[in-house]
C-alpha cells in the first residue's frame, strides 16, 4: 500500500472512531442524564464561593442546592450579606432580611505572670482539654491557633505576646472561630459596636492580677470615667450599653490596664506590633 | 492448564510487576488520592473499571482495525481516543448511578484518562500479543495491583499523621520516601511468577 494511501486511510480511520465514540457518548449520554435545576448553577455562581460552612450547608455548591430546594433561607450566607441575599432572593422569588454585619472580636489582650508551656500540644483545644487552665488564666486565649486555622479569609494572627487577634478588616463575620475556641474567648459583635473589652475573667481583681499584668481588675474608673452612661460593672467586668456609647474614648484613656480599645485599633495596632 | 496461566497473569501483573511499585506507572493518584483508605480504594476500584474497560477495547480495535489495515503506529493516538472515551462513558453512569462515589472522587475520575497505567497497560497488551481473556486478566490483576498500592500508601499516610517528623521531611518529602520503600518491599516478589 502506498505511503498516501495509508495516510489516508489512517485518517480515515482516526475520522470514523471520533464519530464512533461520539455516537457511543451521546447514546450514553442520554441514558444517563442526571436532571439538576439550572437555577443551583446560578445561584451558586452568587454566592461567596469560599465554601466556609458557616451556613450550616456543605460548602456553597450545598448552600445553593438547599435555598433552590427550599430547605435554606436566601439570607443564610452571613458572608454575602444583605447584598447576596436579595440577589438569591430576586432569582428564586424569595426574600428575606439579614441582620446587621458582624465582626469577631477575641476578649483577651493578656500579659500574663507564668504563661503556659506548650510542650508537644498543638491546638488550643488539645491545650484545654489535657491540661485546661493550672496555669495562667482560664479564661483568656491559649495562643495555638484554633481559631487562625479555621478562618476562611486569613483574618486572625499572633501578637508578640502569643495571643491571636482578629484583623477587623478582614474578617467576613463567618462565626467559625466562635465555634473553634475552646475558652469561648471570641464572639461576633456588630460591625458598629466600636468599644471592646479585651478580657472575659470573671474573678475579682486581686486573683486576676496575680495572673495577668492586662487583665481587667474590676477598678471601676472606665465606669466613673464615662460621660454618657454607656458602662456599667457586672461580674467584675464592665458592660457596655452601646445605645449610649459615643467612642469618645475617656474610658479607654482611664483604664489602667488598657483592656479597652476602641474600633478597629485591635486588629491593627497589634498586628503591628507583631 | 489455561486456567493457571491466567492465574499467573493476575499475580504477575497484581504483584509481582506491580504497576505502580514496580513499573512506575500511576504515580499521579498514587500520591494525589492516598489521604484517606476510603477514598483511596474508591479510586482504585474507578480505576480498575477503566482498565479492564479499556483492556478489552482497545484489543478489540488493535485486532479488528489496526492490525488488518497496517496502522499498528496509531496505537497510541487510537488508544487514547477510546480511553478518553472509556473513562467520560463510565464518569457519566457513575454519576447517575451513585452520585455520592461521584462526588467523593471529583476531579480525579476524569484524570483517571491521564494515568499512564491505563495507557501502558494497553501498550503492554498489544506488546504481549494477548488474547482477549488474557488481557481481561491483565487488567483486572493491574487494577487489583493498583488498588493495593494506593491502599497501602493511604494506610501509612493515615498513621503519619500522628507521627513526629523532622520538619524538612513533611509533607511530600515523607511520602516519596515511604513510596520508595513500599517499592523495595515489593522487589520481595521478584522471582515469584517466571517471566
Known sequence: ?274 | MVLKGLFLILISSALVNNFVLSRFLGICPFLGVSQKIETAVSMGWATTLVLVVSAIVTWSLEQFILLPFGLEFLRYVAYILVIASMVQVIETILAKTSPALHRSLGIFLPLITTNCAVLGLALLVALKSYNVVEAAVFATGAGLGFTLALALLAGIRERLEWADIPEAFQGTPIILITAGILSMAFLGFAGLVAQ
Open chain 1, 1 to 274: 500500500m502506498g505511503v498516501v494511501q495509508k495516510i489516508v486511510l489512517a485518517g480515515v480511520v482516526m475520522g470514523g472512531l471520533g464519530v464512533l465514540f461520539g455516537f457511543i457518548l451521546a447514546l450514553v449520554e442520554r441514558r444517563f442524564r442526571v436532571e439538576t435545576d439550572p437555577r443551583i448553577d446560578e445561584v451558586e455562581a452568587l454566592l461567596p464561593g469560599i465554601n466556609c460552612g458557616a451556613c450550616g450547608l456543605p460548602g456553597c455548591r450545598g448552600a445553593a442546592e438547599a435555598m433552590v430546594a427550599g430547605t435554606a433561607e436566601v439570607n443564610q450566607c452571613s458572608v454575602g450579606g444583605q447584598a447576596v441575599a436579595d440577589q438569591i432572593g430576586s432569582l428564586l422569588g424569595r426574600s428575606a432580611q439579614t441582620g446587621p454585619v458582624k465582626i469577631a472580636v477575641i476578649h483577651c489582650c493578656p500579659s500574663l505572670k507564668n504563661p503556659p508551656q506548650y510542650k508537644d500540644i498543638h491546638t488550643c483545644l488539645g491545650y484545654q482539654s489535657l491540661i485546661g487552665s493550672t496555669l495562667g488564666c482560664s479564661y483568656g486565649c491559649v495562643g495555638l491557633g484554633d481559631c487562625a486555622q479555621v478562618c476562611p479569609s486569613d483574618a486572625i494572627r499572633q501578637d508578640k505576646n502569643g495571643r491571636m487577634s482578629v484583623v477587623q478588616e478582614l474578617c467576613i463575620g463567618c462565626g467559625l472561630c466562635v465555634k473553634a475556641c475552646p475558652r469561648s474567648a471570641i464572639r461576633l459583635h456588630e460591625e458598629q459596636h466600636f468599644l471592646q473589652l479585651l478580657c472575659q475573667n470573671p474573678e475579682n481583681g486581686k486573683a486576676v492580677l496575680a495572673v495577668c499584668n492586662s487583665g481587667c481588675i474590676a477598678c471601676g474608673l472606665c465606669v466613673r470615667a464615662c460621660t454618657h452612661q454607656a458602662l456599667r460593672l457586672e461580674d467584675n467586668l464592665p458592660v457596655v450599653d452601646y445605645a449610649n456609647c459615643t467612642e469618645c474614648g475617656l474610658c479607654v484613656e482611664k483604664c489602667p490596664k488598657h483592656c479597652l480599645i476602641i474600633g478597629t485599633q485591635q486588629g491593627q495596632e497589634r498586628v503591628n506590633a507583631s
